[in-house]
Structures are given as C-alpha cells and as structure tokens.
C-alpha cells in the first residue's frame, strides 16, 4: 500500500467538493440526491490512504440550499461528473468510479459514455426504482405542464441511515424541489439502458433495508450486467446511505478490496506483457 501524500487534505466543510493529489490511480465517488460529498467521505479517505488520486465533486445545485437545486437537473448532474471525470483522465493512469443512489446511475452512464477510460464500477444502492410514493409522485411531476412552478416538498424523516446520530450530524436538504428531482428518471432509464452494455468490471453493493431504493434494486442492477468481472453484496444490517450506515467498514472495504484486485489484475498483465517483448 502506497503511504498518502503529504499534501493531501481535506475541507472542514462537509458539503464543499473535494479533491486530493495521489498515485497512478484515482477514484471520482459521487453522491446522492439532494446530499453533498460528505455521504462519500469513509470511501474517499480510504482510498486516499492508498495514494489514490480522489475527487469527489460536490454535483450542480448541492451542498448549498434546495432553492439552489429546484434550477438544475439530470444533465447539470452528469455534466458535473463528467467534468470531473476527464479532469482526473488527464492526470492518471486508471480512473474507477464509484456512485452512492444516484450517484450510482451517473457512474453507470460515465461507464457507457468513457468505456475502457473507465477501470472499475461501485454501484452503491442504485435506484432504477424508488419506493412506490417517490417514485409515483416523479412520474407526476414529469407530467405536469408547468412542473417548474412545482413547490418545494418536505422530506419526512431524515436521511435514510440506521444511526440516529449519523442522520443528525449528516448535511441533506430537508426539502426536495420536485421538479428537478423528477428528473432523476431519466437516469433511471438511461441505466437500464446502458447497463447490459457496460464492458467494465462493476461491484453491485445494497443494504437490505434500504427504504429509498428498495434492495430489490441489487438483483435487477446485476441482472443487467453482463460484464465477466461483476459481483453484487448485499449488507444486512445497512440503510441507503451505505458508506455511512453500520456496515461502514464492511462497504468501503469490500469496494477498495475491489478495485485494488482490478489495479493488480492489470499491472500484472502489463509485467507479463514487458516480460514477452524482453
């Protein structure tokens, strides 16, 4: 394990985006709907104790205010990832990806959009379909001819983690704009659609009580693969918010010990290929 640069800090501000210098390798982990990189942070710190290059961008209209986030949508978020993304291409060798909720779907369309660009795929509690209510009122709200003047909507609860604390201490809006939320369909859809194409070696990680994003979303995500190098987990003690939930250790663990063998895997096979040229 490479030791982490000397350089390498991170903001005090839980919703500000962050971006650290490391190795060959570099991991771009995205966040969820209506969150803020804060939800990745257990990820991205241990990945940058590897030495991996980490960025972890705060998407169009998060970490600020949900009046901030009713004037985006779908593409404002995939264009932040993609931006990100190909900033990190430029400077390092092997470039992984992994996406927490919707985060998850925009890693899946990065994957189909970049192809072999992209090393390796962590899909966390991916939602190609959300509980019945949500998932209800977006489709609604998509049908609505003047959905732009759609009120903000309350969330009941908090966010969806196990430890009481953990949900207190998280940064999440407490309101979603509808409007722009609903556009998260097209990123379900764009999923189902990209997803039996991916080429990408790809880990398929939910919480069984997952309330957001029903775990039923773990066997129909890796039912759509197709890719030899795939592998799906599920923790069954976690919520939605999975690096963060009870099985923390367990999830970033698991995800790391991945992509790690997939960095191995192909230095290995460039040594071999050094070794036949000798």
């Known amino acids: 394990m490479t030791a982490a640069p000397e350089n390498a800090k991170w903001t005090s501000d839980p919703g500000a985006p962050v971006c650290v210098v490391g190795g060959p390798e570099a991991l771009l982990c995205l966040h969820g709907l209506t969150s803020s990189p804060y939800e990745m942070l257990p990820l991205a710190r241990a990945a940058q104790e590897r030495g991996w290059a ?17 004037h985006t949508c779908w593409s404002d978020w995939l264009g932040a990832a993609r931006r990100a993304f190909d900033a990190l291409a430029r400077q390092h060798e092997r470039v992984f990806v992994a996406g927490l909720s919707m985060g998850a779907l925009i890693a899946a369309s990065l994957a189909h ?19 019945f209510k949500t998932q209800q009122a977006f489709h609604l709200a998509r049908l ?12 009941k609860g908090g966010p969806d983690v196990s430890d009481p ?17 609903a556009t998260l369909v097209e990123g379900q859809r764009a999923a189902r659609a990209r997803l039996p194409t991916l080429r990408v070696p790809t880990l398929v990680q939910h919480g069984r009580n997952d309330h957001v994003a029903p775990v039923e979303n773990a066997d129909a995500t890796f039912d759509l693969l197709r890719m030899p190098q795939r592998r799906k987990v599920v923790y069954p003690r976690s919520w939605h918010i999975l690096p963060l939930d009870v ?11 991945f992509l790690d063998a997939l960095a191995e895997g192909r230095d290995a096979r460039r040594a071999h290929l050094r070794e036949d040229l000798e």
């Open 247 to 257: 099985e923390s250790q367990a999830v970033v663990d698991d995800a790391l010990g």
């Open 144 to 155: 609505f001819p003047f959905a732009d003047r759609l009120p903000l909507v309350r969330k």
């Open 54 to 70: 980490v960025s972890v961008p705060r998407l169009v209209g998060h970490g600020t205010s949900p009046e901030a986030l009713a």
């Open 113 to 131: 959009e970049r192809g072999a660009r992209v090393a390796g795929l962590v899909l966390m509690a991916t939602p190609l379909t959300l509980d």
């Open 165 to 181: 604390g953990v949900a207190a201490a998280m940064p999440s809006y407490d309101r979603v704009p509808l409007a722009a939320a």
